[in-house]
């Protein structure tokens, strides 16, 4: 009984002295564990204003017109202790036409569903001023002289998707999933009919619906994993003509005009992985999938056309295995297999074919067989060097009509070798130098014929099938000299060479590009972080063509796009009450097309293309208490632009496309956030 009584007291003392050091970091975690056990819930409504009209600055969120807008978001969190159950709610924006919604209900490692809504506008960024009615309509009106007018109309298209979906676990390693999406697409956007010289304003209306459906059942087992599943898509126009009445009459055989028709598509996939030991798995996917369209047409050029009975039928198949048979050597394998069969049948949609015509007035099915390759093997070498090198492989076979404008061949092929030389150096130094050389090739290049069989031009190869050889060097450098300072570094150029294929050397002839980009982030303390980045990008391009294919006249053009653009960023507490935070980022972007007569007459160049963009974004956040806060938010955007290609642009009919090359606006807003558990 004494003993025990003498132990009391150390037992104690002990104690307290325990609880002094370690109480704060056990309450520490304890809060931490309610946190995430019983998150907490915030709603912020406020008001903001736009100080003029900004096309660009609203193109994508409806932020456009000068005025006041709602601040509305929610992100609700509940959890129920009694049945392990989540209930989550977000909103963003919703005081925006580009507002989102979801709605979800799970069991974690259980089941789960959820329901969402987005609303996505784009706004035609220049301003249109046009006599032409019925515009969102498939039956418009174009007046028969040129009319312009000076109330402007706002070109604009909404989506609007529902989704849905919900997955649940069957037990004994299985699992199934189900997602559905309904998107709605209205309004009208830039389009035309006519000819060169003499195109009139006639808009496209849209209206269609978008569904999709995807249901997958998986198998999860200690080695083998499976995932087999459909996914069907159908496409429904509203539209299926535009209806033209007015303009000239040298135009009328334009209308109707069809658009775009009704499609689906439908597949089948298995995937899955197997793991053959703990250093070796392979994976496979195989996948069967039908496109069709067999909307009726609008008019059938010729009797017996009332669709078009498209088919594509698609095969995929393919296969991968990665490996470390010793420690220091690691492999991978893959092998694709994709045959895009274009089933469509051969009609004649066209009369209008001569003798010396390009086309012959048949559809033209195009098949493309795809096989690829790629085997990688990287080796841990001494001091710390880990070396990688790599095969890759593409042919491509496709179909072709031998009565066509541009030059055509059956197959391509492409390999490529890469070696990258990778080294932590240090710590906190890691850095590596990769190098890839590409080179494609193919079959002999048809000869272009014209609709009687006589030999056509056949002087260009196309980009995508003209001969090439690409060399590619990329730099890349982490360094964390300190655990406040972190730095990235990547840096790579492209050297593109275009084998010609005639004398005259028309198309592509080189090609460049050069990319450099900086990134680096530094914390003051807990409380104040910055960061900064920087990037140039330089893509350049020779190419010549000719006025006509008797070469009297062959001109080049040396064009090139570059954009240089930084940021730099801080954000931090001035208090435990007060937080601020400011954003500055700037884009310069210059295009330039450097034309010049080679043969024949001399040719005027178009002028260079200039565009900035600056953009200052400041915000502060101020608690009242411990559940409330208020926060301001303030954007400054700046756009430049002398943009020639569509502004001041006039159609025969009148109509005229415009915008402001130099926009400048202020958007604040000031939103109350309650925050509760």
């Not at 515009?135 to 070109?155: F, K, R």
């Not at 998986?218 to 459909?230: F, H, V």
């Not at 130094?429 to 193919?442: L, P």
């Amino acid at each position: 009984m004494n003993k025990n009584k003498h132990l009391v007291f150390p037992l104690a003392a002990m104690t307290a002295a325990l609880l002094a050091v370690y109480g704060p970091v056990l309450a520490q975690e304890s809060d931490e564990v309610t946190q995430l056990t019983t998150p907490s819930s915030t709603v912020g409504v406020g008001i903001a204003y736009l100080s003029k009209d900004a096309p660009r600055f609203g193109q994508y969120s409806g932020v456009r017109d000068e005025g006041a807008y709602g601040l509305v978001d929610v992100d609700i969190v509940k959890r129920n202790d009694d049945t392990g159950t989540w209930f989550k709610l977000n909103g963003r924006n919703l005081g925006f036409d580009s507002r989102e919604m979801r709605v979800s209900h799970e069991r974690q490692g259980d089941w789960g569903y959820f329901l969402d809504f987005s609303q996505t506008p784009r706004y035609e960024p220049y301003t249109v001023n046009t006599a032409v009615t019925g515009i969102g309509t498939a039956n418009l009106l174009i007046p028969s002289t040129a009319a312009p007018v000076e109330v402007p109309v706002q070109l604009k298209t909404e989506r609007e998707a529902i989704g849905l979906g919900f997955n649940k676990r069957l037990g004994n390693g299985f699992d199934v999933q189900v997602r559905a999406r309904n998107e709605e697409k209205d309004g009208a956007r830039l389009f035309a009919r006519g000819t060169p010289g003499a195109f009139e304003f006639a808009p496209e209306p849209i209206d269609s619906a978008t569904r999709q459906l995807e249901a997958t059942v998986g198998y999860t087992g200690e080695k083998l994993q499976l995932t087999g599943g459909y996914y069907g898509t159908a496409y429904n126009n509203h539209n299926t003509a535009l209806n033209i009445t007015g303009g000239s009459a040298g135009l009328s055989s334009f209308s109707p005009i069809g658009l775009p028709p009704d499609n689906q598509s439908h597949q089948l996939s298995l995937a899955g992985g197997y793991s053959f030991n703990p250093t070796t798995r392979g994976s496979f996917k195989v996948a069967r999938a039908r496109a069709t369209q067999d909307d009726t047409f609008v008019t059938a050029a010729l009797p017996g056309n009332s669709d078009l009975g498209g088919r594509v039928d698609t095969t995929l198949a393919q296969m991968g295995i990665t490996a470390r048979p010793i420690e220091k050597l690691s492999l991978l394998a893959n092998l694709r297999y994709e045959d895009r069969d274009d089933k469509t049948p051969v009609r004649r949609y066209s009369s209008l074919a001569t003798a010396t015509s390009t086309f012959n007035g048949d559809n033209e099915p195009r098949s493309i067989k795809t096989t690829a390759g790629k085997f990688e093997a990287s080796y841990r070498l001494p001091m710390t060097f880990r070396l990688t090198g790599g095969i890759d492989y593409e042919e491509k076979e496709r179909s072709a009509s031998p009565v066509r404008i541009v030059s055509q061949r059956d197959k391509t092929r492409e390999t490529s070798y890469r070696a990258e030389l990778r080294r932590s150096m240090s710590e906190t130094v890691t850095g590596a130098i990769a190098f890839i050389r590409s080179d494609r090739d193919g079959s002999d290049f048809q000869t272009t014929v014209l609709n009687n069989g006589a030999t056509g031009s056949n002087l260009i190869a196309p980009l995508h099938l003209a001969d090439r050889q690409r060399d590619k060097v990329r730099l890349s450098l982490n360094w964390t000299p300190t655990d406040e300072l972190s730095l990235q570094f990547i840096a790579d150029q492209t050297r593109d060479d275009y084998g010609q294929r005639t004398a005259a050397a028309l198309g592509i002839r080189e090609g460049e590009s050069e990319n450099y980009s900086l990134d680096a982030s530094y914390a003051f303390s807990e409380a104040w972080q910055a960061n900064a980045w920087a990037s140039i990008n330089d893509n350049r391009s020779k190419q010549a063509s000719a006025v006509s294919a008797n070469l009297a006249q062959i001109w080049a053009a040396n064009l090139s796009s570059k954009t240089n653009a930084y940021g730099i960023g801080m954000h931090g507490k001035i208090s435990s009450r007060l937080q601020i935070g400011a954003d500055l980022s700037h884009a310069d972007i210059k295009d330039k097309y450097q034309q010049q007569a080679i043969t024949g007459a001399a040719r005027t160049p178009l002028p260079n293309v200039s565009t900035r963009l600056t953009s200052v974004k400041l915000f502060g956040n101020y608690a009242l208490d411990k559940s409330s806060s208020v926060r301001l938010d303030y954007v400054y955007e700046r756009y430049n632009t002398n943009d020639w290609t569509w502004s001041n642009w006039t159609y025969a009919d009148g109509t005229q496309l415009s915008q402001n090359p130099n926009q400048n606006v202020n958007f604040i807003g000031v939103s109350y956030i309650y925050k509760f558990q």
